[in-house]
C-alpha cells in the first residue's frame, strides 16, 4: 500500500486514540453487551455478505488462515467449557481430567493473546489506514482486545486454581470448577461477539482490495 508500513511513533500515537476512544466508549458498543457492529460499520459487509466469502476469488491465503485461526479458538474455546461439565458429572476422573485440561487451557490462553498482539500491532493500523472510514471499528475491536486480555488473565488464575484444587476435597473441587466455569463462560461470551465483528469488518474489506494491495499478502 502507498505510504509504506507504519513507523513506531505512528503505531505510538495510533495506540493513544485508541486509548482515549476506550475511555469515550459507548454504553451500548461495550464488548459485554454488545449485539453487533454500528450499521454505519457495514457498508462493505451489505456490498460482501456472509454467503459470498469463501466463492470470492479475493479471499486469500491470508483471509482464509485468520478465519481458520478463528474457528479454532471457537472449537477449542466451546471444548473446554464442555468439558468442565463433564468433570462435574463425574464422566472423567481428576487425574485423566488435569492431564486433558490443563495443557489445551494452557494452548487456548497463549494462542489467542498472540493472535491479538499480531492484529494490534500490524493488521488492525494496515486495515484502518486502508480505509479510513472503518478506523473507529478498528479502535472498537482494539478496545475489545483490552477488554478480552483480562478475561483471559481471570481464566488463567481460576483455572489454575481449579486444578490445584483437583487434589482436595470434593466440595472446594466443585466450588473451583464454578468459579471457572463462570470466568470461562464470560470469556466465550465476549469471545465470540468480537471474533463475528472483526470477520464482519475485516473480510469485507479484503474482498474489496485484495490482500496484494493491502499488504498482507503471503
Do not use: C
Not at 490462553?109 to 489506514?129: C, K, R, T
Amino acid at each position: 500500500m502507498g505510504g509504506g508500513p507504519l513507523r513506531i511513533q505512528d503505531h505510538l500515537i495510533l495506540k493513544g486514540f485508541r486509548e482515549a476512544m476506550r475511555a469515550d466508549l459507548p454504553e451500548e458498543l461495550k464488548l459485554e453487551i454488545r449485539k453487533g457492529l454500528p450499521p454505519d460499520l457495514l457498508y462493505l459487509l451489505r456490498k460482501y455478505p456472509r454467503e459470498s466469502w469463501t466463492a470470492h476469488p479475493n479471499l486469500g491465503g491470508m483471509a482464509q488462515f485468520w478465519l481458520q485461526r478463528h474457528d479454532m479458538f471457537r472449537e477449542l474455546g466451546g471444548m473446554l467449557k464442555t468439558s468442565i461439565a463433564d468433570y462435574r458429572e463425574g464422566k472423567l476422573a481428576p487425574h485423566d481430567f488435569a492431564a486433558w485440561f490443563a495443557p489445551r487451557l494452557r494452548f487456548f490462553l497463549q494462542q489467542l493473546h498472540g493472535h491479538h498482539q499480531i492484529e494490534d500491532m500490524h493488521y488492525f493500523p494496515v486495515f484502518s489506514a486502508a480505509e479510513t472510514r472503518l478506523s473507529r471499528g478498528f479502535d472498537l475491536l482494539d478496545a475489545d482486545h483490552h477488554v478480552i486480555h483480562g478475561a483471559l488473565e481471570r481464566n488463567a488464575e481460576t483455572g489454575s486454581a481449579f486444578l490445584q484444587s483437583l487434589g482436595a476435597g470434593r466440595d472446594r473441587q466443585l466450588f473451583a470448577a464454578d468459579q471457572y466455569g463462570q470466568e470461562n463462560a464470560a470469556l466465550l461470551a465476549m469471545l465470540l461477539r468480537h471474533l463475528e465483528d472483526e470477520e464482519d469488518l475485516i473480510i469485507p474489506l479484503i474482498l474489496d482490495r485484495g490482500e496484494d494491495k493491502l499488504g498482507v499478502g503471503a
